[in-house]
């Protein structure tokens, strides 16, 4: 019995020190075995809005040329709102951010971004490639935002952001339900069925976004001819931005009627609704409706979506990075960070980003074009083999100023498996980045958007409640229609109840005698 007793302490004590040994090390491994960094970068951007490869080429291309190693933690908002929200408030603990032009413009209003100050790239003997960025961007930027409100003065946007990708708001539509005479004909209309399609009912999708569907809207209203006649002068960056009582009831009248042809809101599912054909129209953002187009083309390249901006116009928008303002408990990495934004826009880098994406980068697409006009480039691209054309790359024109550039070209004709013959890919070349979809023509009737709330906050907050208000529309009736059904049942539950309770509470019948 004491031997048994015995053999239980020794068993207890062994588990004891094997459970005490595992928790030790389960504290002291993980430190151990984590790489240390010299320095850390945080990044806040929009979900799947970069090759997330390139921040790793970034981090060895950062160790390389400062001697430091780079922890880069990124993450991800859905909305200007959220991020704007955290960086206003000074909650946050960031290096950099990719806002849309107007929150940028709000960040700006309350004096949240840092000015650029490229010293800290040039200081190391680095080559700046802001040049690249497309120049009728930063004009287009420069006629709206050159005097901007910056806390309680004014400046250029353009002194505080670089660009990153831009693109357009149209109709991302079903060429087997819809043709594209027929989305002309209709324009913006085609969000309110205006051509009658029945097939089109509950099939149509707009954006789950007040800026968005509020152009849309305000595009409807001029088109329909139903804007009173002190804003028929107006231009469509006038439109889109104002914010008059009259305007905002307008357009709150006019998507409370769209609602009844409706599939529903969406922000980001849109694209997959359409490529799956369970939606045959959708408000989209130029970048979202090329991959929707791609993911929709069979093996011979056509695709069964497309995508239109009205002729009326429409809004042209512009995503950028920004450095924001430090709290006093925090310092940023103000040299990756600088070095992080040049890095972007060198060619090679600024192309994956599109490919990975889809949209338009704000990065000169001419850049590659004049490089297919010249023989020189041609011959290299057109060699025999993508593995060759690589080796002679680095072999050769490893010091050419276009080296990045045609690094670049070369990953997207691989990717695409373009044949390395010159008609395949001045073919390609013609369709890619040409493509007017992807490539707008600033030419086009095509306005901003701006901070609504750049005049009075109140402006914004009523464009808010009427969108709520919209989003609502028709709830009431069905809360109303519910609360009469819950009464009527309550109503019978109360008389099943009282029935049975007088059942079997009455006085019993008095016996009949014989």
């Not at 901006?309 to 408990?329: L, Q, R, T, Y």
Request: charged content about 25%; aromatic content about 14%.
């Amino acid at each position: 019995m004491k031997s048994s007793n015995r053999a239980s302490v020794i068993i207890t004590i062994i588990l004891l020190t094997v459970i005490l040994l595992v928790t030790v090390f389960a504290f002291l491994i993980p430190p151990l075995l984590t790489k240390k960094y010299d320095e850390k970068l945080v990044i806040y951007n929009w979900a799947d809005y970069i090759d997330i490869e390139v921040l790793d080429e970034f981090a060895a291309y950062y160790e390389e040329l400062t001697g430091k190693s780079l922890n880069i933690v990124y993450s991800n908002f859905d909305t200007n709102e959220t991020m704007m929200t955290e960086i206003i408030k000074g909650d946050s603990k960031i290096d950099l951010i990719c806002p849309s032009e107007y929150a940028i413009q709000k960040l700006l209003r309350h004096d949240r971004l840092e000015k650029l100050n490229w010293n800290y790239v040039t200081d190391l003997g680095e080559e700046l490639y802001l040049g690249n960025i497309k120049k009728d961007i930063r004009e287009k930027i420069d006629s709206v935002f050159s005097d901007t409100a910056i806390g309680d003065k004014t400046g250029n946007m353009n002194d505080y952001f670089v660009p990153y990708m831009w693109g357009t708001l149209g109709v991302l539509y079903n060429t087997n339900y819809l043709t594209y005479e027929e989305v002309k004909e209709a324009g913006w209309g085609i969000f309110w069925n205006s051509i009658n399609k029945k097939t089109l009912d509950k099939k149509i999708l707009v954006k789950d976004s007040i800026r968005d569907t509020y152009v849309c809207a305000v595009m409807y209203l001029k088109e329909q001819n139903l804007l009173p006649s002190k804003y028929m002068s107006y231009s469509v960056q006038d439109l889109i931005t104002c914010t008059d009582q009259e305007m905002i009831d307008l357009a709150e009248k006019v998507l409370e009627e769209q609602r009844k042809y409706l599939k529903g809101y969406e922000v980001d599912f849109g694209k997959d609704d359409m490529v799956n054909e369970t939606a045959y129209v959708n408000l989209a953002w130029s970048g979202d409706a090329a991959y929707a187009i791609e993911e929709a083309m069979d093996d011979e390249s056509n695709s069964y979506l497309d995508y239109y901006v009205p002729e009326s116009g429409s809004n042209i928008w512009f995503d950028g990075w920004v450095i924001p303002k430090a709290d006093d408990d925090y310092k940023p990495n103000y040299r990756a960070a600088h070095l992080f934004l040049n890095f972007l826009n060198r060619p090679d880098i600024a192309l994956y980003n599109t490919l990975e994406i889809g949209y338009a980068s704000a990065v000169e697409n001419d850049i590659y074009t004049k490089l297919l006009d010249s023989e020189k480039y041609m011959s290299l691209l057109t060699i025999g083999s993508w593995e060759e054309s690589y080796e002679l790359l680095d072999k050769d024109y490893s010091e050419d100023e276009n080296y990045y550039a045609l690094l670049g070209l070369i990953a997207l004709l691989e990717g695409y498996e373009i044949d390395a013959d010159k008609d395949s890919i001045l073919e390609f070349n013609e369709d890619f980045f040409g493509d007017i979809r992807r490539y707008s023509d600033f030419s086009h009737n095509l306005g901003m958007m701006q901070d609504l709330g750049r005049i009075e906050e109140s402006d914004n907050e009523r464009v808010v409640e009427m969108w709520e208000r919209v989003k609502s529309y028709g709830e009431s009736k069905n809360w109303i229609i519910l609360g009469v059904l819950i009464a009527i049942l309550v109503g019978l539950g109360l008389l099943v109840t009282v029935f049975v309770l007088y059942w079997f509470n009455r006085p019993p019948r008095p016996r009949k005698l014989d």
